[in-house]
């Protein structure tokens, strides 16, 4: 388990380079990330935990989450001091791995009725050939990456939520976590 968190720890600066808001697929500028509304660096992580909790429920089994909190960063070339972005990665693990078998498959079909687009789906380029999937909710103001690694000991979903750009209430300070 140690590993696992190490290598979502030295990926997440690829991943985040990556993915920087909702419509991740689109060639738009920092400046054009879509607007998140005014919040508390503090709030907008509750607002994360919410969608990620979501996303859990949608996988229609019980395993274990990563216990993970989110985190802050900048968003684009922003005012670091005016904005940022809120990021929650985790991952999830079932104790019967034939319980993925479809999984995103499931994923792919269920997300669209709770207002995600899914912009990419189908095997990276990995030796592995793991299944991702990308998704944005407009209305949410947030994106999602989410990853089978069926291959791996045991099998998980590793899920990258990240929301749109937040502007921090006037009197406010961005709190980094």
């Known amino acids: 388990m140690k590993k696992k968190l190490v290598a979502i720890v030295l990926s997440l600066p690829m991943t985040l380079a990556t993915l ?15 607007s998140s509304g005014f919040s508390t660096s503090s709030e907008a992580a509750e607002s994360a935990k919410e969608v990620s909790s979501q996303l859990y429920n949608l996988i229609g089994f019980k395993g274990k989450a990563s216990d993970t909190g989110p985190g802050v960063k900048e968003c684009g070339k922003k005012d670091p001091e005016k904005y940022f972005q809120i990021f929650h990665s985790w ?14 498959e499931q994923l792919n079909s269920k997300l669209p009725k709770q207002g995600w687009n899914v912009v990419k789906y189908g095997p990276d380029n990995s030796a592995n050939k793991n299944i991702g999937l990308t998704a944005d909710n407009e209305d949410k103001k947030y994106s999602v ?7 791996d000991n045991p099998p998980n979903l590793n899920f990258f939520v990240v929301s749109g750009c937040y502007q921090i209430p006037d009197g406010q300070k961005i709190e980094q976590f």
């Open 20 to 34: 920087t808001g909702c419509a991740m697929t689109d060639t738009k500028s920092s400046d054009d990330m879509p």
């Open 91 to 104: 991952s999830f693990t079932s104790t019967s791995p034939e319980q993925f078998e479809g999984v995103m």
């Open 145 to 151: 990456k989410i990853t089978y690694q069926a291959k």
